[in-house]
């Protein structure tokens, strides 16, 4: 059984920095993309960053790239998502999502864990 597990967010300061964590259970992780992804209240979800399978080659939304790192620990099965320079229309869910190789879809996706930026 697949299980996606996120945690680290929280409340903090405009222009702080918080790590989210995402560890990854039955699902051959180095070979799946995994991606972030947020969703405000009363907005769509949208990708944060996305880090694929084979390469970990990375991909950012346009408003968090040079802020947020997106990264992979491939013998824990857990991957980051590093924010720095928090602001509050960062506020939101983050989800942790995986894609296997053979579809477009993310098939799996965590429980999300609140971020809160306070101005």
């Known amino acids: 059984q697949v299980q996606l597990v996120e945690s680290g967010g929280g409340l903090v300061q405009a222009g702080g920095s918080l790590r989210l964590s995402c560890a990854a259970s039955?699902?051959?992780?180095?070979?799946?993309?995994m991606g972030w992804f947020r969703q405000a209240p009363g907005k769509e979800r949208e990708v944060v960053a996305r880090i694929t399978g084979p390469g970990r080659r990375t991909y950012y939304l346009d408003s968090v790239k040079g802020r947020f790192t997106i990264s992979t620990d491939n013998e824990k099965n857990v991957v980051y998502l590093q924010m720095n320079s928090l602001q509050p229309e960062d506020t939101a869910v983050y989800y942790c999502?995986?894609?296997?190789?053979?579809?477009?879809?993310?098939?799996?996706w965590g429980q999300g864990t609140q971020v809160t930026v306070s101005s």
């Open positions: 039955g699902l051959p992780f180095s070979s799946y993309t």
């Open positions: 999502a995986a894609r296997p190789a053979w579809t477009n879809d993310y098939v799996h």
